[in-house]
């Protein structure tokens, strides 16, 4: 099975970095996703880390360690629009489907 | 290209009711996906698969019955609706397995009541 925690909402000011955690308890860890959620809008794909290590694209940034079972997600000079739910979601097993579990989401408002 | 879309957008139905919900996708992606999402409970796996003619079971699937005729599009039936499946249900589809993203249709919110 799984156990995937995030906190539930954050708040940011526009401008600055802010840190989204994630840990989780899985079986088969097979890689972990994370995914932004607009308000009545579907998911959008963000980032994917297999191995330990950082992965930047532009500003957002995410890290793993599969030892800790941990990741986080990195956002730095926050925007408004910025203001969405962000899922951590981890992909169990070495073959078959890409199946992802979820985490519940962290709604973060950024604040002028 | 217009991603993956689905059919309808929202639906009211009354318990007991059936429907079908409908998910395309123009990528010529192998893997389609049937996702519901709740407040607190996040996106859990309701039924999969893996490519044209076939499905397999996901998270919850109990209610829930799919097909895959065609490799582009993915149908989701509920025979007889019950109130503990009003949620937004979202579609989605990939190219493979392993680091391949998903991508999400915008949603169908169903009511039932």
């Known amino acids: 099975g799984q156990n995937i925690d995030q906190p539930t909402e954050m708040t940011a000011t526009e401008g600055a970095i802010v840190q989204i955690n994630c840990t989780y308890q899985?079986?088969?860890?097979?890689?972990l996703f994370w995914y932004q959620q607009h308000a009545g809008e579907a998911p959008t794909f963000l980032s994917y880390n297999v191995l330990d290590g950082l992965e930047e694209k532009g500003r957002f940034s995410s890290f793993l360690s599969r030892s800790k079972g941990y990741s986080y997600l990195l956002l730095k000079e926050l925007q408004m629009k910025d203001s969405a739910s962000y899922l951590c979601a981890v992909r169990e097993g070495e073959t078959g489907a890409n199946n992802l579990f979820f985490g519940t989401g962290t709604r973060l408002t950024v604040i002028p | 290209n217009a991603g993956v879309t689905q059919t309808p957008k929202f639906r009211v139905l009354k318990t007991g009711q059936s429907m079908t919900l409908l998910c395309a996708q123009d990528m010529n992606h192998e893997y389609m996906y049937w996702y519901r999402q709740d407040p607190g409970m996040g996106l859990r796996l309701i039924h999969y698969s893996v490519g044209e003619g076939t499905t397999a079971k996901g998270e919850v699937p109990d209610g829930y019955n799919v097909s895959r005729l065609k490799k582009q599009n993915f149908l989701l039936g509920l025979e007889s609706a019950a109130p503990s499946q009003t949620s937004v249900y979202f579609c989605a589809s990939s190219l493979g397995s392993g680091g391949y993203e998903q991508y999400f249709g915008p949603g169908t919110r169903l009511t039932v009541t």
């Open positions: 899985t079986s088969g860890f097979n890689g």
